[in-house]
């Protein structure tokens, strides 16, 4: 890390991973070309994995199945641009990891009805018809995270 002292403990990393909804995540296509597309996210602790939604074809899942080593930043969506020092105040992750399309069906289904929960909780009586009518056609993703490195900027 380019400044020691912005580096954040494993706990405060945990606390970004436990609260987000939102990452970048980037990819390799098959010619070594980057790639980094907008995913909702959310963190299973105990799996110490982070899962996403997706279309099962695409650019995103062909870059995923020739190179399965992803990387997501992830914000708090705090950020605070401090006019009068030139800076911005943010606190953020990079996660690293190799990701897969998950294939068994109880359990795209247990992560959609997880995501649902995160991304809308007081929609609570259209989310089985939602799951529903998206299941056949979604897919979801696990990312197994090897690496996790977190920062912030908080300057007095």
Do not use: W
Request: glycine share 6%.
């Amino acid at each position: 890390m380019a400044i020691p002292n912005r580096k954040l403990s494993e706990e405060q990393a945990q606390d970004i991973l436990r609260n987000c909804h939102y990452g970048v995540l980037s990819t390799v296509d098959e010619h070594g070309n980057p790639y980094g597309v907008g995913i909702n996210c959310f963190y299973m602790e105990k799996e110490h994995a982070l899962y996403f939604h997706t279309k099962k074809i695409g650019k995103k899942m062909n870059n995923i199945k020739n190179h399965p080593i992803v990387s997501v930043f992830i914000t708090d969506g705090m950020e605070k641009i401090v006019q009068e020092r030139f800076t911005t105040h943010y606190q953020s992750i990079i996660v690293e990891g190799s990701a897969e399309l998950i294939d068994n069906i109880d359990e795209i289904e247990a992560k959609l009805r997880i995501l649902c929960q995160r991304l809308c909780p007081d929609a609570v009586e259209r989310r089985e018809e939602v799951i529903a009518k998206f299941l056949p056609v979604v897919g979801i993703c696990k990312i197994s995270i090897k690496n996790i490195t977190a920062k912030a900027n908080r300057d007095a």
